[in-house]
C-alpha cells in the first residue's frame, strides 16, 4: 500500500517540481525572441506578457508519465501503462510544433485546426477508440470520425477559453481531478497517474500565471491540455451505457466544453446575417474568427474583477465535476441525475449566458424570412404545413374516436376533403396566402382567425348533412379536437415572425443592462419607442451602437416602476437628476413626439444635468423637384 502511495506522490511532484523550474526558463526565453501578447480587447492584461508557457507544462507531464510508467513500480489495473505513453508522445509532440509556430509566428486557423485533426488522427491509430455504440461495435471509420470530433472539441473548447489569468490552467486541474475520481470509481488506479503528472503540471504553472500573470500558456499548452484531458477521456468510455459514458466526461469538462458551443451557435448566426463578409464598422465573421463574447469576457464586462471570474468559472466546473461523479456513483439513479443536470443547465443556459446568442438567432432568422428567395419559400411552405396539420389533427380525431382499423387510412383520405377544403377555400378568399406574414398587424391575425373558425363550421354542417344519422356529438368533439391541434398550429406558424422579433428585443434588453458603453435613457414608452427598440435590435446583431439603454422615462405616472419592451420605466422628467446620480446616465434619446413646452422642459433639465440629447423619428419628407421650399409632415400627426 505504501509503494503505490510513493508512486503516485513521485509522479505528482515530478509533474509539479518539473513545471515549476522550467516555466521561469521559457519565459526568459520567450520575451528573449519577442513571443509575448500583447494587450488588446480580447486580453485585458495591462503590459506585454510572455505566452508559450505550455512548453514547461508539457514537458513536466512528460516527465511524470516516464517516472509513472518506466520505473519498475508494482503493476495496478489500468491501460494507460508504457505502450500508451509511447503512442501518445507522438501526437502531443506534433500538436506541440503546431502550437508553438502558432505563438511565436502565427498560423491560418484552417492550418491549425489541420494539424489538430492530425494529432487526434494519430491518437486513433495509436488505441484511442470509442468502441461500442448503444451496444453495437463500431464501424472502424465511424469510431475514427467521432474520436476525431471528440478530441477536436476539447481541444478546441480549452484554446477558446484560455483567455484569463489562471483560468485555463484552473479548469484543467479541476477537470483533471473529476476524471481522477471517475477513473478511481472504475477501479483502473493506474489510469489516475497520467492526470496526477498533468495536475502537478497545471498546479505549478499556475503559480506563474495566477492574477497578474507573468506567462500564458498560450496555444502550445491550451491545446496540449485539450489533447491530454480528451484522450485519457477517452478510457472512461464503457461498452454498456454509452449515453452515461459520454455525458460524464463532457460534465466534467462542462465549463470549456459549454463556451466553444455557445461561440460555435453564436459566430454561426452573426455569420449567416451578414453572410460572412466585413462590412463598414464591421470586421469579417466567421465560425474561426475571434470575438470578446466568452463566458470570461461577459463575466468581466459584468464588472468582476479577473480573479473572480476565473474563480467563478472553476466553481462552475467543479459543480459540474461533482455531478459527474455522482452519476458514476450512483449509475442506477443516472437517468434521473441526468435529467436535473440537463433542466438546472437549461434553465442558467437561457436565463444568464445565452442572451446575445438568443439575440444573434433571432436577428438571423428574422433577417432570414426578409430575404426574398425565403419570403418565397416560406409564403410556398404555408400551404404545406396546413395540410399536414389538418391531416394530422383529422388523423387524431379518428384515432380517438375510431381506434386503428384495417380501412383507417381509407377514411382518412375520404374525410380530409370534408374537414379542409371550406378552410382552404376561405384562406384563399380572405388572400391569407398572399399575405406577408413577417408585416402584419393583429387585424390580420383576427382576420386569421375568424376564418379558420368559420371554415371548421362550414366543415362541420357538412359532416352532419353526410352522415346525419351519426351521433351528433361525436362530430361536435371531432371538430374541436381537429380546431384544437390544428388551429394553434397554423397561427404559430404566422406568428413565428414577430415571436422572434419580440425574443430580439427581450435578449437585447438583458444584454444591454450588463453592457458597455454610453448609459442613455429613452424618453417615450410609445409606438415609436418599440419601432426604435426593434430597429435597434436588428441593425446592430453582431456589435454594439455604443448605446447602453438603461431604462425609460415617461410623464404617464401610472407606467412607473413597470416593464414596458423589455426596460423598466424609471420615472418622469424631474426624476432625471437622481436617475443621473444613481445610474450614471450620460444620453437621453427622444422616441415620442413632445409638446414644445414638454421638450424645452427636458432641454433645461439635459443641459443642467450635462447630459447628451438626441432624437429618433421616422418622419415624410417631401421631395424637391420644382426648386421651391416645401415643408415635413411628422407621420405620428
Known sequence: MFSYLAKYIAVFL??????????????????????????????????????????????????????????????????????????????????????????????????????????????????????????????????FLMVEFWLLAVINAFNLIDGLDGLASGLAIISALGLCGIIALEHLPSNVLVLLGLIGGCMAFLRYNLHPASVFLGDTGSMFIGLTLGAVSLQTFTKSTFILALTIPMLVLGVPIYDSLLAIWRRSARMYVVGGQASPGRKRIGIMQADVDHLHHRLLKSGLSTRRVATVLCLGNALLVAFGLLMTSFQSHASGILLIVLLAGTYVLLRHFALIELRETGTALLAGLRRPTHSTFVALAYPVWDVVCFGGALAVSMWFFEGTTVMFWHSWLLDLPVWMTPTFILLAISETYITEWTRVRLREILKLTFTLQIGLLISLAIA???????????????????????HPAILCSRMAYRFVDELVNWSRAKSDATGEGTRVVLYGTGGRCWLFLSMRAVENSGRSDGNVIIGMIDDDVTLHSRWIYGYKVLGAIEDLPQLVASNGILKVIIVEELKPETRKHLEQMAAKNRLQLSEWRFEERAINIHGEALPSFDSTQ
Not at 485533426?117 to 451496444?135: D, E
Not at 348533412?465 to 390544428?486: C, E, H, K, T, V
Open 464 to 486: 352532419l348533412l353526410i352522415d346525419p344519422y351519426n351521433n351528433a356529438q361525436q362530430w361536435f368533439m371531432r371538430a374541436l379536437i381537429i380546431g384544437g391541434l390544428s
Open 14 to 143: 515530478t509533474g509539479f517540481v518539473a513545471t515549476y523550474i522550467l516555466t521561469p526558463i521559457v519565459r526568459s526565453q520567450a520575451v528573449r525572441f519577442g513571443v509575448v501578447d500583447l494587450p488588446n480587447e480580447r486580453r485585458p492584461h495591462k503590459r506585454p506578457t510572455a505566452r508559450g508557457g505550455g512548453l514547461a507544462v508539457f514537458l513536466g507531464f512528460h516527465a511524470a508519465c516516464l517516472v509513472a510508467v518506466a520505473l519498475p513500480w508494482p503493476k495496478v489495473a489500468g491501460g494507460l501503462d508504457f505502450d500508451w505513453w509511447r503512442r501518445f508522445l507522438v501526437p502531443s509532440l506534433l500538436l506541440l510544433v503546431v502550437g508553438l509556430i502558432d505563438d511565436i509566428r502565427g498560423m491560418r486557423p484552417l492550418l491549425k485546426l489541420g494539424g489538430q485533426a492530425l494529432a487526434a488522427a494519430l491518437v486513433f491509430l495509436g488505441g484511442g477508440r470509442f468502441g461500442v455504440l448503444f451496444g453495437y461495435q463500431l464501424p472502424l471509420f465511424l469510431d
